[in-house]
């Protein structure tokens, strides 16, 4: 073959790739505009870094036949797999093209999915999926249901090993949805992305109940009401953005730290604002993410499930450069009792922390488990045992700081000296206790209240006392249950100063397969 030939050659084929890169048609793209949302190529550009993604079988094509598919073969069969980088680190991506068949997964669609996931478990870098699509290719049969098998597998053997971010910027319905809960992080984008087991129509069929697409699984109801989604945005561009700064968070597998940047905030900066931001009265409320944000570095705090579960607060931030994960009883909300949902979210959380080598920082203002039967019946023991069962199987450095209220099993479940934090602070509005002065009052000293002349002087001579005798600041550290009590204004240096004493931590586990959570 000549040079020419070859220069020949070399033109067709980046004639072949631009047609294949530019999508079925014209139409179909002024489609895709019409819904609201943007091309495949147009999401990866707002993903990685300019210039960086590396696409892989670009000109596949499915091989079945019957209902007219053999007639209609496009390059890619509707999936565009790859890597690039983002932050100059390595990601893969998967994202679905929903101008080819919906974004229907088939066999051919399926492998090459299969295969990106199968190099970015090797490689020891994250995968991002990008989801726009119909389900399964309904004219493939079987085939279609087995290629989600292999991706549901696939999920779980990179479970705890990479990070698996799910983005979902279309339809995913059936058991496509389970794909995205196995996953470490969901992103949803408001009225274009909804996630149900089964739609609307056969919701009305067999129920008789009408509801919308949105109203049954769109974004906003899995990122307050049901919990299924992390991240919550108005639009693709942002949502996308957001997808890069956690990626900047996390390292790139299990066996490496998360990446550390240089601080601009220095590390002994004063706290003192923390001193009015936080009530001494244990009854007013306030907002623990202002807290929160006076401690950690340049008051940047990436928050998961914001949305859901708001009586707890879970987020990504950095202390002197180094990423921990927060987690905190939010006062504001529900006085920032533990409940069903909130004992969930932690434990994820948590968990997640834990996979990635991600220290945790407690901040507890917590005054019980939240009370009554609809929580009774709904599980709270069991789903209370998941928060308790994440951190004690954290082997990440844990430290724990009391702000004022602990009470009772829930100040045993936030990472308690007791269930292995490593380092417990407090500041002296803490008060420990089995519960508050006024109940323990009323149980301890119930009959002699009763028989009192004056109940209620006798009930106030008693709380009195037993905050006096139980419930001062220093009574757990004078019993080794809390390593000091600090200066509120000193959280954030104390912190620091832990972390950094814990930074190579090692915590052997026991020889077993695995525990046996709650689930």
Excluded at 115 to 139: E, F, N, T, Y
Excluded at 259 to 270: I, M, N, T
Aim: glycine share 10%; net charge negative.
């Amino acid at each position: 073959m000549s040079a020419t030939d070859l220069r020949v050659r070399a033109a067709e084929l980046r004639a072949v790739k631009e047609d294949a890169a530019f999508g079925p048609s014209l139409a179909a793209t002024e489609a895709q505009r019409r819904r609201g949302k943007l091309t495949v190529r147009e999401r990866l550009d707002l993903l990685f870094d300019p210039g960086t993604f590396r696409e892989i079988e670009q000109l596949r094509r499915h091989r079945a036949t019957g209902f007219g598919l053999e007639d209609r073969r496009p390059p890619t069969d509707g999936v565009v797999t790859g890597w690039g980088k983002v932050e100059g680190r390595t990601v893969f991506v998967y994202a679905h093209d929903f101008r080819i068949f919906g974004g229907s997964l088939g066999e051919a669609h399926a492998e090459k999915i299969h295969k990106v996931m199968d190099l970015a478990l090797a490689a020891g870098a994250p995968l991002v999926s990008l989801s726009d699509g119909a389900g399964a290719r309904i004219q493939e049969g079987v085939t279609a249901l087995a290629g989600y098998g292999g991706i549901f597998r696939r999920n779980v053997a990179a479970s705890g090993v990479i990070p698996q971010i799910s983005v979902m910027l279309g339809p995913c319905a059936g058991g496509a949805t389970y794909s995205p809960a196995l996953t470490d992080f969901v992103f949803m984008v408001r009225d274009i992305a909804q996630m149900y087991i089964t739609g609307p129509d056969v919701v009305q069929a067999v129920t008789g109940e009408q509801i919308t697409h949105n109203g049954l699984g769109g974004a906003e109801v899995h990122s307050c009401v049901s919990g299924a989604s992390a991240f919550l945005y108005d639009t693709e561009q942002d949502c996308l953005a957001e997808v890069r700064q956690l990626i900047s968070l996390l390292p790139q597998n299990n066996r490496e730290l998360p990446p550390r940047v240089r601080p601009e905030d220095p590390a002994g900066h004063s706290g003192e604002r923390l001193l009015e931001l936080v009530p001494a009265d244990p009854n007013r409320s306030y907002d623990m993410r202002a807290v929160i944000e006076e401690i950690v570095d340049d008051g940047d705090l990436f928050e998961v499930h914001a949305g859901w579960a708001t009586n707890i607060i879970c987020a990504l931030a950095r202390l002197d450069g180094h990423v921990v994960g927060v987690v905190a009883n939010q006062p504001a909300s529900l006085a920032g009792v533990l409940d069903i949902h909130a004992s969930e979210k932690a434990a994820r959380f948590v968990q997640t922390c834990d996979a990635f080598n991600i220290p945790l920082v407690t901040l507890v203002d917590v005054p019980g488990f939240l009370p009554g039967g609809d929580q009774e019946h709904g599980g709270i023991i069991r789903h209370g045992a998941k928060l308790l069962y994440s951190y004690c199987a954290a082997t990440v450095p844990r430290v724990q700081v009391i702000l004022r209220k602990a009470y009772g099993g829930a100040y045993i479940v936030m990472d308690s000296r007791s269930i292995g934090a490593d380092l417990s602070f407090a500041w002296p509005t803490n008060e420990i206790a089995v519960m508050g002065a006024e109940g323990a009052a009323n149980v301890v000293f119930r009959r002699e209240i009763a028989a009192a002349d004056d109940p209620e002087a006798a009930r106030a001579h008693r709380v009195k006392q037993y905050k006096q005798e139980l419930m001062h600041p220093y009574y757990a550290a004078e019993r080794g249950l809390v390593d000091d009590v600090i200066d509120p204004a000193d959280t954030r240096a104390v912190l620091i100063d832990a972390l950094d004493v814990l930074r190579m931590k090692h915590a052997p586990l026991p020889e077993r397969k695995h525990g046996n959570p709650p689930f």
